[in-house]
């Protein structure tokens, strides 16, 4: 069975870190994109970072200097490091995965994970 599973998030005051994990089952992250993407209530999804087969990265220039995304296809995993959290980063987080690489809209990436909750509050 094809799946992928986020874990990671929590509660974290201003200035915390957390570091989401996405791991797959039932195939093999090498040859994928892996997308990080975040939806907070009321908001539209947003994609926050992806990772390419080649390990380069894009990240949403909002979070840039603060997260970083990085694979281990030893461990069939993507990370999601977040560092400096604001309240403004509170969301559901998701991964999901695509094989046509990161410059694609997010209708591209499947499946999908169930997410992981992160909320930012003192």
């Known amino acids: 069975q094809v799946q992928l599973v986020e874990s990671g998030g929590g509660l974290v005051q201003p200035g915390g870190s957390l570091r989401l994990s996405c791991a797959a089952s039932g195939f093999t992250l090498d040859y994928y994109a892996i997308g990080w993407f975040r939806q907070a209530p009321g908001k539209e999804r947003e994609g926050v970072s992806c990772i390419s087969s080649d390990g380069s990265t894009s990240i949403l220039e909002s979070v840039q200097g603060r997260f970083t995304t990085a694979r281990d296809n030893a461990k069939n995993t993507v990370y999601l490091q977040m560092n400096g959290l604001k309240p403004e980063d509170t969301a559901v987080y998701y991964c999901?995965?695509?094989?046509?690489?990161?410059?694609?809209?997010?209708?591209?990436?499947?499946?999908w994970g169930q997410g992981t909750q992160v909320t930012v509050s003192s």
């Open positions: 999901a995965v695509t094989s046509r690489g990161c410059a694609v809209s997010m209708r591209n990436f499947g499946p």
